[in-house]
């Protein structure tokens, strides 16, 4: 059984705290781990994202449509 906490995040939705773009990343915390959330476009704040991929204390995401 895999119990890693990266792989079950794929694929997790949330609304962003505030906005994020490639040169800027954002933060969000989960199960008390802060996450550093990039992507390679623009996002508003408060969009909804869903995470496309995840690595040790980043996820990288992507608009939710």
Request: hydrophobic share 35%.
């Amino acid at each position: 059984k895999d119990t890693n906490v990266e792989v079950g995040l794929v694929g997790h939705q949330f609304q962003l705290e505030k906005g994020i773009s490639p040169d800027e990343p954002g933060e969000y915390v989960y199960s008390g781990i802060s996450w550093k959330v990039v992507s390679d476009q623009a996002i508003a704040k408060a969009a909804h994202v869903k995470v496309a991929k995840a690595n040790v204390g980043q996820l990288t995401v992507k608009p939710d449509e």
